[in-house]
């Protein structure tokens, strides 16, 4: 959970599906849109990319939707690249939005 100075809650942070033999896992965030574009997701991802390393993990992956260009930005600029295209990443409104898979080797 993410918390600003006046401890409300304005985003969430999370590694999951860890594998402890191939040492990778996903990362997730969500941030509060009013705080988007605040480096927050940035800061976000940096403190899960160093909780990943304390873990002995080798790889961090993510999916994020095509649309999705502030998300794909602060993977980028993290040093993530593109691995693959998803046909269907999510279903918003019914209808399957496309996406790409994405890795860094810490």
Same mark, same amino acid.
């Given at each position: 959970? /993410?918390?600003?100075?006046? #401890?409300?809650? /304005?985003? *969430?942070?999370?590694? #999951?599906?860890?594998? !402890?033999?191939?040492?990778?896992?996903?990362?997730?965030? *969500?941030? @509060?849109?009013?705080?988007?574009?605040?480096?927050?997701?940035?800061?976000?991802?940096?403190?899960?990319?160093? !909780?990943?390393? !304390?873990?002995? $993990?080798?790889? $961090?992956?993510?999916?994020? @939707?095509?649309?999705?260009?502030?998300?794909?930005?602060? $993977?980028? #600029?993290?040093?993530? !690249? #593109?691995?693959?295209? /998803?046909?269907?990443?999510? /279903?918003?409104?019914g209808k399957a939005v496309a996406g790409y898979l994405m890795w860094l080797?810490?």
């Amino acid at each position: 959970m /993410i918390f600003n100075a006046e #401890k409300e809650l /304005i985003g *969430r942070a999370n590694l #999951k599906d860890i594998d !402890q033999v191939t040492k990778t896992a996903y990362v997730g965030y *969500r941030i @509060a849109e009013h705080w988007s574009g605040k480096g927050v997701a940035s800061f976000a991802l940096y403190e899960l990319m160093q !909780q990943a390393k !304390q873990m002995g $993990l080798m790889v $961090l992956l993510a999916c994020v @939707a095509t649309e999705n260009l502030a998300s794909m930005q602060v $993977l980028k #600029k993290a040093g993530f !690249q #593109k691995m693959e295209t /998803i046909p269907q990443v999510t /279903i918003v409104q019914g209808k399957a939005v496309a996406g790409y898979l994405m890795w860094l080797k810490l």
